[in-house]
């Protein structure tokens, strides 16, 4: 079975420019995740979509984060213009559909991530 | 909100020593708890897991036992190989302040074991 995808693995841009990550999801996951995690911290979430909807976006900075995932299956994450502050790992995870009950043990698989400098 | 509380690192230890990582969580309702672990250059992976209290997740020599009593998720293995370096993150998946269920992380904690 195919892992989620991420690409590019690395990315090096100036502030003010603008990026785009691509996240290519396990096949007949529902759910798919984007976080952000910055050196020395634990991932934090910035956007869930369960198909093509968001189901929560609280976390992303909608001035310059935006996300889409067109036909439910492939995600890309933009932003525009970078922050230093953006300088982090972004990683796509995706999962089964959670249980009838809400938990979710169902297990999120994540991709190796983009690694992101803006200088 | 949901938070988790992990002890910092490095934890640097010998071959076939004891390990054990902390790991305390706050949530409302009833989360399952996780165990993923980074190795040097790939992806998160799954550890283990725990969706009720009192359940023991293992794998790889590793365990946990969610204890709700004391909202902790510890991490434990008996014996550690120089393979078993890597950054360990505790997580919880419950319901955010949206209504939503999605994965809350702490920190990590860096595990260094020399030969």
């Known amino acids: 079975e195919a892992g989620v995808a991420q690409s590019p693995r690395y990315k090096i841009i100036e502030k003010r420019q603008s990026v785009a990550f691509w996240c290519n999801p396990i096949?007949?996951?529902?759910?798919l995740y984007w976080y952000q995690q910055i050196l020395g911290q634990g991932p934090k979430l910035l956007i869930q979509?369960?198909?093509?909807?968001?189901?929560?976006d609280s976390q992303l900075p909608k001035d310059r984060f935006s996300a889409e995932r067109l036909k439910g299956v492939d995600s890309t994450l933009k932003i525009q213009p970078a922050k230093l502050e953006d300088s982090a790992v972004y990683l796509c995870?995706?999962?089964?559909?959670?249980?009838?009950?809400?938990?979710?043990?169902?297990?999120?698989?994540f991709g190796q991530g983009t690694r992101l400098t803006v200088v | 909100g949901n938070s988790v509380t992990q002890m910092e690192g490095p934890v640097t230890l010998s071959e076939e020593a004891f390990l054990t990582i902390n790991c305390t969580y706050t949530?409302?309702?009833?989360?399952?708890l996780f165990w993923y672990v980074q190795y040097p250059g790939e992806g998160l992976q799954l550890l283990l897991k725990?969706?009720?209290?009192?359940d023991k997740g293992s794998n790889k020599g590793f365990e946990a036992t969610y204890r709700k009593e004391t909202t902790s998720f510890h991490l434990e293995k008996g014996s550690v190989q120089v393979s078993d370096s890597a950054v360990y993150f505790c997580?919880?998946?419950?319901?955010?302040?949206?209504?939503?269920?999605?994965?809350?992380f702490g920190s990590g904690t860096r595990l260094q074991v020399q030969p």
């Open positions: 997580a919880l998946s419950g319901r955010m302040d949206t209504g939503r269920r999605a994965l809350t």
């Open positions: 979509f369960q198909n093509n909807g968001v189901v929560d």
């Open positions: 725990a969706t009720k209290a009192d």
């Open positions: 949530a409302t309702g009833y989360p399952s």
């Open positions: 995870a995706s999962s089964a559909t959670p249980g009838t009950g809400g938990q979710m043990n169902t297990e999120a698989f």
């Open positions: 096949s007949g996951h529902a759910t």
